[in-house]
Every structure is written in C-alpha cells, then in structure tokens.
C-alpha cells in the first residue's frame, strides 16, 4: 500500500492558502478520480482506493501543520506501510510558484510539518513533492503570514494546472516509482502569463 500524505491545516480558514496547496492536490487528484467522500481516522481525513490494481492511503491529516508526523507515522503503523511508499506532499517557499520538486532523502528545511514526519519516523528517507508557492516579494514581510495568506489573483489563475501535474506526478510516483516521477515531472509547470 502507498501512503500519499498531503500537508495542510484544517478548517476553511486556511483552505486558500499557500500552505495548503498539499491538501489541494489530495481534493484535486481525489475529484480527478471521481471520489470525494473522506473518512475520519488516526486525526487524518483518509480515502483508499486502487489504482491499476495498487492500493492508495490518500491522507490529509487534521492536526494542524507542525503536528502531522502523528498522523502519518500513526497511519503507517497502522496500515503497515514501508516508508519507501511515503508521499509526503506540501508546499515549498524555496520554490516560485508553479515549480513541483520530487525528491527523496532530504532534510525538511523549514517545513514544520516535514519535521514532524522526519522526527516520528526517525529518518528523513522518504519522497517528498514538493510544490513551490515562492517567497515574499518584500524582506520586511514575515514568511508565517506569507504562507498563511492566499494566493494572489495571477496565481489562482493557474493553480488548476500546478494541481494537475501534481496530480499526475503523483500517479506516476505510484505507478512507476520516485526516478522516473522526477524525472518526467520536476521543474516548472507551464504556466499562463
């Protein structure tokens, strides 16, 4: 089974923001799919399902950003996941918008919810999407309320393309593993002007 973690903080307050684009691409892939229905478990809203006869732990856990690692560590426990099937999908300020990054085996940098998972799992090998949502165009703007806000008008105007190949990339981590997702997917997404 595959476990496709997707990062983000609960409630509708924080539903467009930056930091929950990770929870977008799990509502998108999961729409794409013709599902919608979450379940409640192990503070996760959690969906499986198969794909091309693989099964799929899409996971969006509910604790809130810093505090995901016990959602996810709880569900692999749980399911008996090998973390070589661990997605962890989130946002990356190190990237502009529009740019996915997989990559296994590194360090969360400031990704709380990354460090979190790291932590539980006493390790950092792991595949992780990452999904650019750029930084603060002025230094005096605090990188916290960056992320917490929305995105600008240009940028939600593309968002359904990011979330596409995110969608795919994910697919294809599932199907044809992290080296071939990578290598078909990493870099930017074609974006409107």
Known sequence: MFLIAALGNPGSKY???????GFMAADYWLKSLGGSDWRDEHKA???K????????LLVKPQTYMNLSGES???LMNFYKIDRANLLVVHDEV????????MQFNRSAGGQNGV???????GTQEYARLRMGVGRPSHPDFALADYVLGN???EEQTNLDKVLDTASDA?????LEGINKASTKFNGPVKLEP
């Open 72 to 74: 996810v560590v709880a």
């Open 49 to 56: 399902f198969k794909i091309e006869g693989k099964e799929v």
């Open 94 to 101: 190190d990237f502009a918008f529009g740019t996915i990054k």
């Open 45 to 47: 809203q959690t969906k």
């Open 15 to 21: 539903a467009m923001t930056r930091h929950n684009i």
């Open 170 to 174: 994910i697919e294809s981590f599932i």
């Open 115 to 121: 460090k979190s998972i790291t932590q539980l799992l």
């Open 151 to 153: 995105f600008s008008k």
